[in-house]
Structures are given as C-alpha cells and as structure tokens.
C-alpha cells in the first residue's frame, strides 16, 4: 500500500516548462495574462519570458517588440545561446494602474524558419507563457537584460 502513496506523490524537481513554442514569423503573437499584484512591482518593473534564441551568426536578424495593456513596445536584447530569462523592461505608464497585463509580444526584423527563430516556453499546467512580471530579476547567469527601444 504504501508504493502506491508513494507513487501518487507529485514529481520531485519537476520543470517549469513542458511545452515549448517556435516564433519564426513576424505575425505571429505569443499572448499572456498576468495579474499584477498590488503594490508591486516598483519601479523599474519587467517582463521576464523563459525563452531560447535559434540563430547562426553573433547575434540573430530577430528582435522582440510587442504590447503591453495596448502600450506598443520595442526592446534590444543581446541574446545568447541557450535557455534563458529575457528581463523585459516596462514603462510605467504601460502599468498605470492596472489589474492585469495584457501582453501580446512578436518577432521583428527577418526571423526564418530554418536558422532565425525564437523557441517560447510555457507550462500547461499554469496554461501560459513563462512570463513574469518582477520588480527586478535576480542577476543571474541565465537571464538576458534588454533595453527599450
């Protein structure tokens, strides 16, 4: 009776993440809902994305824009390869005392198919992206800070 408690145990050290997506046009649109809480974030507020840049060359021909509760958005990331946090900056006034943010982000530039393209993660059991909003990002290793453009 007892393996059987056992094996009803959810998994130890499960990922965050266990669908991943392929952005490799520049009309498509990667949609999240997120409930801000109240009295965070302080300034400077960010988006983070769990995400994974695909390109041959230094730096790929793609870059990240999109909107934020309709406020258009453009940002500079120096990407790296593999799996990493993109740390999205937000103005203010794109929070300006909302409830929810409602994120819509797309690819610019000239992504491919084959070489150019972002890999998006997101969690079926939350039903979304990886995104956060944050107050400011731990400094690690695996996130990328952008810049508005």
Same mark, same amino acid.
């Given at each position: ?6 094996? @009803?145990? /959810?998994? $130890? ?8 997506? @392929? @952005? ?7 949609? /999240? ?17 769990? @995400? ?23 940002? $500079? ?48 059991? $939350? ?23």
């Amino acid at each position: 009776m007892a393996l059987f408690n056992v094996a @009803a145990l /959810a998994p $130890r050290n499960a990922p965050e993440y266990d669908d991943v997506e @392929a @952005a490799y046009r520049t009309d498509q649109v990667l949609t /999240a809902q997120l409930a801000v809480p109240a009295g965070v974030p302080q300034p400077p507020a960010m988006l983070t994305l769990l @995400a994974e840049p695909k390109f041959p060359a230094a730096q790929p021909t793609f870059g990240l824009a999109g909107e934020v509760n309709g406020t258009p958005l453009g940002w $500079r990331c120096a990407f790296a390869r593999g799996i990493q946090r993109l740390a999205l900056p937000l103005p203010q006034s794109a929070l300006s005392s909302a409830s929810t943010l409602d994120v819509r982000l797309h690819l610019t530039g000239s992504p491919s198919r084959e070489t150019d393209y972002l890999l998006v993660y997101s969690s079926s059991r $939350r039903g979304v992206l990886q995104v956060s909003l944050e107050s400011a990002p731990n400094p690690d290793r695996t996130s990328t800070f952008c810049s508005l453009e």
